[in-house]
């Protein structure tokens, strides 16, 4: 990130999820290890400022993280923007899905079992949805099978076997406590699935509260509980939800719109004269 003499030379363009200032407020979740003494800290702020202020734009992939460019880092808001990932709608695609099922299958995909929400999950699929639902997990952390639970390991991201677990699904969960920009919760909208997740890092942004699915505070296991009943008692709803955020995903989350904004913003650095940053 600090070779400053070859970003003064050619013209570039930074794209990110998060900022290091963003990292270091999930610093305990991501098992981050913050930098502690002030004099390091301010050095490495000091860098990390000098770095985007070279760059000729600096470019979010939420709102969310283009604000942290401003408020954190003092970059001016016209050499700031937002462009969203994207997923590939042809690999990922919303299947004629049969009649709903008596029991309807929810699906978690998680690496990081624990920062995901995995255990809270458990803990509420226990108490609450048990026999009323069944729960696949995708993860690489050890966890069991036990009653209406299967997990899945060793998974590829994008993988076939991975995406029709997404086509079988009929929801999706992840109540993660720390987050940037959820890829999984995009495919899960482009597979056709209602999304259930937390206000953490740019999730508002993807997941719109009560059309493709529902936001709930990390750590709430009552509002956790609360929004898997709606969408386990309500296959109508449910569905209308996920087709809802299949169309959001066609709309803002197309990586061949994201291709095309990263190939203006390109041409759009490289007109920047050097001698005005």
Known sequence: MFRHGALR??????????????????????LHRRTR??????????????????????????????????RD???????????????????????ARPEPRAIPRLLFVGGDFARKGGRLLLDVFRDR?????????????AVADEAGVRVHRGLSAGSEPLRRLYREADAFVLPTFADCHSIASLEAMASGLPV???????????????ETGFLV?????????????????????????????????????????????????????AAVPADSI
Request: charge should be positive; include cysteine; proline fraction near 5%.
């Open 9 to 30: 030379r050619i013209p570039t363009c930074l794209w990110t999820d998060v900022t290091p200032v963003q990292l270091d407020e999930q610093a305990e979740q991501y």
């Open 37 to 70: 003494l002030p004099p390091l800290r301010a050095l490495k702020q000091l860098a990390v400022r000098r770095t985007f202020r070279l760059a000729r734009r600096c470019l979010g992939w939420s709102e969310w993280a283009r604000r942290s460019f401003v």
């Open 73 to 95: 880092y003092g970059i001016p808001e016209e050499k700031t923007g937002v462009v969203a990932p994207g997923v590939d709608l042809s690999a990922w695609q919303m299947p």
């Open 129 to 141: 949805l048990r026999g009323r639902a069944e729960l696949d997990i995708v993860t690489r952390d």
């Open 196 to 210: 259930v997740t937390t206000r953490v890092g740019a999730n508002p942004e993807i997941v719109e509260a009560g």
């Open 217 to 269: 505070d990390a750590g709430d296991g009552a509002s956790l509980a609360e929004a898997l009943g709606t969408l386990v008692g309500d296959a109508g709803r449910a569905r209308r939800m996920g087709a809802c955020g299949r169309r959001r995903v066609e709309r803002t989350f197309d990586a061949r719109k994201t291709v095309e904004r990263l190939v203006a913003e390109a041409r759009t650095a």
